[in-house]
């Protein structure tokens, strides 16, 4: 059994480019980690703090997920 990291709002924020971004979204789909990534960014806009908010609806926007 693998263990999948959970990567952060940093982290796909930090990803130089939109291929990046791509090939982590498919590599977390394959692994069947993508909805957890999803839900954890969806938890930080509902409760977080500001600034991870704003880090967590720049993270779902750069993953293409519309977000107002």
Do not use: C, Y
């Amino acid at each position: 059994m693998t263990q999948t990291i959970t990567p952060s709002a940093e982290h796909i924020l930090d990803l130089s480019d939109d291929t990046q971004v791509h090939v982590l979204m498919t590599s977390l789909m394959k692994e069947r980690g993508l909805s957890p990534v999803v839900k954890q960014l969806n938890q930080t806009v509902l409760t977080g703090a500001a600034s991870d908010r704003e880090k967590a609806i720049a993270a779902l926007r750069r993953m293409g997920f519309w977000f107002e």
